[in-house]
């Protein structure tokens, strides 16, 4: 009997001595797995960060390009410059013109917008937001003439176009609608008794693009 009670107590206190073992290593391992989950958390935060501070470190620094040489006005909103030795077309930002069909603002706009290239010698500068271009493959830019006059709210001061606001380009869009509110008041342009009678962008959807 006192055989089988020293056995018994060498098991028990073996088993005791497992458990107190065990506990440090299950307290190890699951403060391993915290610090690896933290570290993945970790990780994905500045991944994230990293993401977002290129995308707008980029347009930042692509704010305001060199000046380029516009070779022709394609309408009220588009014009055409070369880049790098290659053609392109820049679609303006933030503004809408009335196609050339609708006579007579369509041509109107169009010849306001060559006027003001003409008096900054045919040199713009390129200023880009965060998207660089459209579905059609078009820069999106701001045109700043010369003088550094923007050229978009030029258009839109005078009534040669309206707003066309297209998230994330919203750089200028509050400085966008008071100068088309004020054109409005002033009865200007395609905001006059005679003005325009449908939006362009209604009347692409009636007439859209082949």
Not at 111 to 123: A, Q, Y
């Amino acid at each position: 009997m006192t055989g089988l009670v020293s056995v018994s107590s060498s098991t028990g206190l073996k088993n005791r001595d497992q458990k107190v073992y065990n506990k440090p290593v299950q307290k190890k391992q699951s403060k391993l797995k915290t610090i690896n989950l933290v570290s993945v958390i970790f990780f994905l935060l500045a991944s994230a960060f990293y993401l977002v501070h290129e995308k707008y470190s980029v347009s930042g620094q692509q704010k305001v390009e060199q000046f380029v040489t516009v070779s022709a006005v394609n309408d009220g909103d588009t014009v055409s410059v070369i880049v790098n030795k290659k053609q392109e077309k820049v679609r303006l930002i933030g503004i809408d013109a009335p196609e050339i069909v609708q006579k007579p603002w369509g041509w109107e706009a169009k010849k306001f917008l060559e006027s003001v290239m003409s008096s900054s010698g045919w040199r713009v500068r390129l200023e880009f937001d965060v998207d660089k271009r459209d579905k059609y493959g078009r820069i999106l830019a701001y045109l700043r003439t010369a003088d550094g006059k923007l050229v978009n709210l030029l258009l839109l001061k005078g009534g040669y176009a309206m707003i066309f606001t297209l998230p994330p380009n919203v750089r200028y869009s509050s400085e966008f609608r008071t100068a088309q509110q004020e054109a409005r008041e002033g009865r200007l342009g395609i905001w006059s008794e005679k003005g325009l009678k449908e939006r362009p962008a209604d009347y692409r959807k009636e007439h859209p693009r082949i």
